[in-house]
């Protein structure tokens, strides 16, 4: 029961989520009061699963069709409805967030700790995506993070200041068609890069602060870090889209779905953030893949 009780938590270990609560009638003015909101809601779904336990807080803060992975992406809420609430300690916290300038999407990534009784401490790096609902509460969209031998390091999270005073509402929106066809087109093309070069392909699309999120590896910031890295990479990976979301103003959209490699212990699931500056191009700000650890088990 222990070891399952672990396997769901360590599913769930990717993630934290918006406040399920509505904000306050009074919408925030500027993207700074988004982007607060953002990280303390998160702290706060942090804080209602060490309350009140994973699966609870889970429920509590996922969006209808969010999504979670076994080792495939599976609709969240359904699958978490028949799990369990492991007994376990799972302790989280953000140490770098972005925001859409439209102050509807956003995603985090920071450290994240398990611990079971009987069994040694777990460390990872979450990263999730967020959707603020109609309510104006974050609800997290997609999660999946990676596992590290040793704690990442913490950090403030923090909004660049050019940033700070946008008012969203004045935002001009893009089309959400042509949004999600031009996200979807820049990751396909990416696939097709990564099958054909390898995964140095990803360098000329990275953003410079981009962060990348391999099993075994502590979080990996920056293009040189990345470029590095990536060098020891043995290639073959390929992806295969299950779904997307893009901001109304089409500068910030993820994609996930399945990660394959010839070696069926090397595939399992991808996540990625794309960011396009006014007048740009999608850029990485996010990659994560996941390994699967074999087919998946049952957690009860």
């Known amino acids: ?14 993630s934290a ?3 399920p609560q509505s904000p306050s009638s009074s919408q925030p003015s500027t993207l700074q009061a988004d982007f607060d909101s953002l990280v303390a809601a998160e702290r706060a779904f942090a804080a209602m699963g060490e309350k009140k336990g994973v699966k609870e807080s889970f429920l509590a803060f996922i969006a209808d069709d969010g999504v979670l992975f076994r080792p495939g992406p599976v609709p969240g809420k359904e699958w978490l409805a028949g799990q369990p609430n492991p007994p376990i300690l799972l302790t989280w ?4 967030a972005e925001i859409a300038r439209s102050g509807d999407l956003g ?28 309510d104006g509460a974050w609800k997290f969209a997609v999660d999946l993070g990676a596992s590290t031998s040793t704690p990442p390091p913490e ?3 923090k909004l660049s200041p050019d940033l700070a005073a946008i008012e969203p509402a004045k935002v001009a929106k893009a089309d959400p068609a042509s949004s999600r066809a031009s996200l979807l ?6 696939a097709q890069a990564v099958a054909a070069q390898g995964t140095a392909a990803y360098l000329p699309v990275l953003e410079p602060g981009a962060h990348l999120l391999r099993d075994g590896r502590l979080p990996l910031v920056g293009k040189e870090a990345i470029r590095v890295a990536l060098a020891g990479d043995p290639g073959g990976l390929t992806f295969e889209t299950a779904g997307s979301g893009v901001s109304a103003a089409g500068d910030l959209g993820y994609v996930y779905g399945t990660a394959k490699r010839s070696s069926p212990a090397e595939s399992g699931a991808f996540f990625r953030v794309w960011k396009r500056p006014p007048g740009g191009v999608w850029k990485i700000a996010l990659d994560v893949v996941k390994r699967a650890a074999g087919p998946p088990k049952s957690p009860s």
């Open 93 to 96: 916290g953000p140490s770098y």
């Open 185 to 190: 087109a820049a990751d396909a093309e990416l």
């Open 107 to 134: 995603w985090t990534t920071g450290p994240w700790e398990l611990t079971a009784q009987g069994s040694q401490k777990q460390y990872g790096q979450f990263a999730t995506a967020w959707k603020r609902q109609p």
């Open 1 to 14: 029961m222990l070891q399952s009780a672990i396997l769901l938590a360590s599913i769930l270990a990717s």
């Open 17 to 19: 989520a918006s406040s």
């Open 155 to 157: 950090g403030e999270p």
